[in-house]
């Protein structure tokens, strides 16, 4: 009869495991339940530290637009905004800071080192993330208005007249020079991708009304027509201005 009944009523499976299998399973759950929490939490956390970060970034253009010099966004910060990027069509914005460090890109895109000011003659380079302040440019067309206000506050329309997939080593574009003032967007391409590449996307965008002597036909983007000519990558693999 107690065979009967030990039969007919056994004990919970939990009850039937090893002691030693008990502690696993208990071990294992909990270290499930702890990475999940971390993992929200950190989640959070950097999303609060994103948002943060774009407070601190307004704040200080606003500074700049008001006369101030060398505007940290935070004490420790090694970056100061440059400009500020706008594309209404997409209700996109962003305060562009200078050089393209670590840092820099971190928080919003970089101007390159050696660029033309916004609305001057020549090329003004801008580098952000394809999955964070620059992945607007996926949806970007030609015809676009793109905005690029300077620190003295004056906004400089540019229309996005082309857009090309190089390699990293062949879009041939260098800040600065003469000619049309001229916009050049970069970001890592495909959109969306995880891994490292060597391809990146490039926008460019020209004024419609440059400023006197800027527009003699020459310019940025036709001098690396030129040069990109002279690069031994065939042109349906890396694309060429």
């Not at 003004?124 to 620190?151: K, N, Y």
Request: net charge neutral.
């Amino acid at each position: 009869m107690q065979c009967d009944a030990a039969t007919k009523n056994p004990p919970p499976t939990w009850e039937r495991w090893p002691r030693r299998g008990r502690r696993r399973a208990f071990s294992l759950t909990a270290a499930l339940l702890l990475s999940g929490a971390l993992l929200i939490g950190n989640g959070g956390y950097l999303k609060a530290k994103a948002g943060l970060s774009q407070v601190l970034l307004a704040n200080a253009w606003e500074k700049t637009l008001q006369g101030e010099e060398g505007v940290r966004p935070w004490l420790w910060a090694d970056v100061t905004p440059a400009a500020k990027l706008e594309l209404p069509r997409l209700h996109a914005s962003a305060v562009v800071l200078t050089g393209v460090s670590g840092e820099a890109l971190a928080f919003g895109p970089g101007l390159m080192d050696g660029s033309a000011a916004p609305g001057q003659p020549g090329l003004t380079l801008l580098a952000g993330h394809r999955d964070s302040h620059f992945a607007f440019l996926q949806h970007a067309r030609v015809g676009d208005a793109i905005t690029l206000t300077g620190p003295d506050g004056t906004p400089h329309t540019y229309t996005l007249t082309e857009t090309r997939i190089v390699d990293e080593d062949a879009s041939m574009l260098t800040p600065g020079g003469t000619g049309t003032p001229t916009l050049a967007l970069t970001t890592c391409y495909p959109f969306g991708g995880l891994t490292p590449t060597r391809q990146r996307y490039v926008a460019i965008a020209q004024m419609e009304d440059p400023p006197a002597g800027g527009a003699d036909g020459s310019g940025p983007v036709a001098e690396a027509k030129a040069r990109s000519g002279a690069v031994a990558i065939p042109e349906a693999q890396a694309g060429k201005f």
